[in-house]
Nanobody
């Protein structure tokens, strides 16, 4: 499956952005999906994940209550709604897909998008 992330940009602290990740290729609806991010000079970290049927989702503690992951299998797209953004949310955001049980570690994911940059100004 090929993944294309979009929706990044520059936003002021307290603002919102919605990231999208469009999938093509193999059947999107069979994959569990995740979002990760990597700030400059730091390791890539888990942000959120959602099961193939949207039954389950979970979040990193740093974004819980502010970010919402969702998906539309009819559109082959997963979203990350980011509210109440903080400067520490500044990073390149990556979407990823896994045919295994969704988790928070990178090796669990089989496919990765190219990333979209989010900059939060304080």
């Amino acid at each position: 499956v090929q993944l294309q992330a979009s929706g990044g940009g520059l936003v002021q602290a307290g603002g919102s952005l919605r990231l999208s990740c469009a999938a093509s290729g193999r059947t999107f609806s069979t994959f569990n999906m995740g979002w990760f991010r990597q700030a400059a000079g730091k390791a890539r970290e888990f942000v959120a994940a959602i099961s193939w049927g949207s039954v389950g989702s979970y979040y990193a503690g740093s974004v819980k209550g502010r970010f919402t992951i969702s998906r539309d299998n009819a559109k082959n797209t997963v979203y990350l709604q980011m509210n109440s953004l903080k400067s520490e949310d500044t990073a390149v955001y990556y979407c990823a897909a896994t045919s295994k049980s969704y988790g928070s570690t990178q090796p669990e994911y089989d496919y990765w998008g190219q990333g979209t940059e989010v900059t939060v100004s304080s």
